[in-house]
């Protein structure tokens, strides 16, 4: 089915169903930023492959919100669908709830499928529409009968993290979760995010693509606790350790029976802001507690295992982005490559690494104007062949039992013009400013985000995106709730106080379209510095371990404390990584790329 079609397929699946707009969000059951094939309903519905984005569907218009970091790739994927590009954040662009309204009158109703839409957002939208004299509607799975090579739900072998690895028993992890529910007063909590339940229990699994998790729900009491998961994918080792940590294994499909079951009025803590539609209203009996999830922010705190695991990771992460440095510089202009054939080698890179899994996300291999679109993906047969000249981004990640990485390099790959290198500069300037500021404790990342993105302001330009994310161990690539943001947004963190233990991305850019796109990114680890009569003092450690390009930069366009910081960084890089390499060659390059300017 072509996408016009599908959609007129979906338009005569809402007239059965008398829904006059349908909204079909980027979501699973779970809240996750990165869904199974299995739930990528939006994108099979208007083609848009992006990872955020709304479809809003009318009897005759329809329409995908995405942000900034999609802008050009959703322009190009829509084109002929039938679907229009709204460009969220840019003025003069409605909001989701506000399309939604115009399409609907008086007596109509508006359709969401409660398996997968939020509880909070579907609240919000109820009383919205009330309001314009419309209905909600809860239907089940829209595309059970629409989809027909649907792909199955995943099935990957669970496995349990070792204490060497995480740090902390999952039997304590979950009397830590038991003491949060006893500050709020709830005797049951209902958990259906697969980050914060993997770390609650020291599980991991493959169930979404390069994010190690389960597909399940768990459920926590006073005294026992429940997983909810295909029981044909926990062998009998894991099934024991969970047993013995007092959590009994149900079926994935039982959890809204289980939570129809829960005694009338029970109080029950549950983050009605990632809970879903359908799991929010089998509770509707209990008395609902709501409350961010226990494990959010306990596991964004890493411990000094955790911490010492990611530095080990980091290293061999680096190494191999290291390599793949040397290897471009070496042929670059020698042997054919292109977007798709460099990500390639770099993941065989990495699969030289002891104990990688797999990488942390699809790798951004991106080309000169391709780099412009934060979120590229190339294609087979689509791609840009790499020549002697200009800029390659490359942004990638692995995932390591050591934990998770994300790292952006931008290289010269020959001859680059004065304004990459002004631009390029400019990205630096402010990635070293975040990674070596301090400040005092209570900061948050909005009140941090002016040292990276100042450099690019004073050039009148900006990025569409936040300057950095935390990060999971050996989980999500992207976790809350610390970041490095400049405003306040209504569904984000970015209020959060920084704190010893959390790891963050320091990830500037600039995207000029149509020309280039350059981003440097590392990770830093919050810790304490000294404390005083003003208070705590924080600062970070990077803990990211691979040269910056020096063919791109123009040191006179920095101040002599910012080269004094590239070139402490880079003597780290040197002194970590010149043992590992692997020949004399590849050392003498390493003592060049990251010489002091």
Known sequence: MTIRERLSAFRAMMKDKGIAAAIVPTADSHASEYLADYFKTRQWLCGFTGSAGTLVVGREEAALFTDGRYFIQAERQLEGSGVTLMRMGVEGVPSVEAYVLSLVEAGEAVGIDGAVFGAQAAKALEAQLDAAGAGLVMTSDWFAQLWQDRPAMPDAPVFALEDSCSGCPAAKKLEQIRAKMREAGAQLHVCNVLDDIAWTLNIRGGDVHNTPVVMSYLTVTMDGAELFVDGRKVGDDVRARLEKDGVALRPYEEIEAALRAVAPGTPVLADMSRLTAALAGALAHAQIIPGENPAFRLKAIKNDVELANLRLAHVKDGLAVTRLMYWLKQNAG?????????????????????????????????????????????????CAVIEPRDLLLIDSGGQYLEGTTDITRTFAMGEVTDEQKHHFTAVLCGMLNLANAKFLRGCSGIALDILARGPMWDMGIDYRCGTGHGIGYLLSVHEGPNSFRWYKSATRNEDTVLLPGMVTTDEPGVYIEGSHGIRTENELVCRELESNEYGQFLGFETITC????????????????????????????????????????????????????
């Not at 042997?335 to 942390?360: C, Y």
Request: glycine share 2%; hydrophobic share 45%.
């Open 334 to 382: 020698v042997i054919p490559m292109d977007e798709i054939s460099v990500a390639e080698k770099l993941l065989d890179l990495r699969r030289e690494q002891e104990h990688f899994i797999s990488p942390s996300f699809d790798t951004i291999c991106a080309y000169r104007e391709n780099a412009a679109m934060m979120h590229y993906k190339a294609a087979p047969g689509a």
């Open 546 to 597: 691979a040269p910056i390009d020096l063919d791109a930069v123009l040191p006179q366009e920095m101040t002599a404390r910012q080269r004094g910081w590239l070139n402490s960084y880079h003597a780290f890089v040197r002194e970590t990584l010149t043992p590992l390499m692997q020949d004399e060659a590849e050392r003498a390059w390493l003592a060049h790329a990251t010489r002091a300017v």
